[in-house]
């Protein structure tokens, strides 16, 4: 089924206040919110939804990042895992970018670690360059994004690619 742009904002506008939830719930404690990359107007489908179920059970396995919480929301918007980490905000973000940029699928998972004043923390601000393009390698790829550099078919082929080259990595896959 595929989402408008209402949705898409009204969906942001539940992330936050589940952010603001699980801060006040959770004090003291690092939260992280994890989406999947998936371009087009159809954001629920069996790619994401597989790519959820991999990051679930990736981060119920990954005792690095001490997860004491997750919770998980399937919607048409896309999937949304939170937890709450015993890990300092900025080993948790350091920890997330590694799994971001090394796991076959972390290029298909967003993981944004939520400040106190429910912000996400951003990689350069740990001193890591930003994520790069998943078509051409551009060093930011919000630049991409932005131009639109590349169209939205051309997008969702490579998610495709991506996740077909990688749809047997066990679940248990280590860093």
């Known amino acids: 089924m595929e989402v408008t742009l209402d949705e898409l904002l009204l969906s942001r506008d539940n992330r936050h206040q589940m952010h603001l939830e699980l801060l006040k719930q959770y004090p003291g404690r690092t939260l992280v919110s994890v989406t999947m990359v ?3 107007p159809v954001k629920s489908n069996f790619i994401s939804l597989s790519l959820a179920d991999k990051a679930e059970a990736f981060l119920h396995h990954y005792q690095p990042l001490q997860i004491e919480h997750i919770t998980r929301r399937d919607l048409n918007t ?7 980490s015993r890990l300092p905000i900025l080993e948790a973000k350091a920890l997330c970018c ?11 998972w967003d993981f944004d670690v939520i400040q106190p ?10 001193g890591l360059a930003p994520r790069k393009c998943i078509i051409c390698g551009n060093q930011d790829a919000i630049n991409c994004i932005r131009a639109r550099r590349h169209s939205k078919p051309d997008l969702y082929a490579r998610v495709e690619e991506l ?5 047997d990595t066990p679940d248990d896959y280590e860093l």
Do not use: A, N, V
């Not at 896309?78 to 709450?84: L, P, T």
């Not at 590694?98 to 298909?108: A, K, M, Q, S, T």
């Not at 004043?117 to 740990?126: A, F, G, V, Y």
């Not at 996740?163 to 749809?167: C, D, E, G, K, S």
């Open 38 to 40: 998936m371009p087009g």
């Open 98 to 108: 590694r799994i971001e940029d090394e796991h076959p699928l972390g290029r298909l």
């Open 117 to 126: 004043d429910s912000t996400p923390l951003s990689r350069t601000e740990i």
């Open 78 to 84: 896309g999937s949304e895992i939170y937890f709450i």
């Open 163 to 167: 996740f077909q080259q990688y749809h």
